[in-house]
């Protein structure tokens, strides 16, 4: 029989992250899902983007970390996510948003 000691269910945002953190510990961690590969729930249909910009401090940690475990993933894991660093756009449509964007 096996033994673990954590057993996560679901392998989307919250379990995946919950999963490697544990398993870096040291933590024998089983992760149960109904797809046969992480992320392939509602989570797929998220627009997949990272952003450093927040107005809150505890988001813009969170954010910060995401993208050090992203960027470095295929390094680390050898998996290639097809990681992608680009830009970020504020579309403006009115001259309100214009001043206050350069603001």
Same mark, same amino acid.
């Given at each position: 029989?096996n033994?673990y ?11 995946v992250?919950?999963?490697l953190? +544990? ?7 089983l992760? +149960? ?10 989570n797929?249909?998220a627009?997949g ?14 954010? +910060? ?9 295929k ?5 290639d ?7 970020y756009?504020?579309?403006?449509y009115?001259k309100t948003e214009?001043q206050s964007?350069?603001?």
């Amino acid at each position: 029989m096996n033994r673990y000691d954590a057993i996560i269910i679901g392998s989307g945002s919250i379990g995946v992250p919950t999963a490697l953190a +544990l398993g870096e510990a040291g933590v024998k961690t089983l992760v +149960l899902d109904r797809n046969p590969s992480p992320g392939q729930g509602e989570n797929k249909h998220a627009i997949g983007g990272i952003r450093a910009t927040h107005s809150s401090p505890g988001k813009i940690l969170t954010s +910060l970390r995401s993208l050090e475990i992203f960027s470095t993933w295929k390094e680390r894991f050898g998996d290639d996510i097809e990681w992608l660093k680009g830009g970020y756009l504020f579309p403006v449509y009115r001259k309100t948003e214009v001043q206050s964007c350069r603001e």
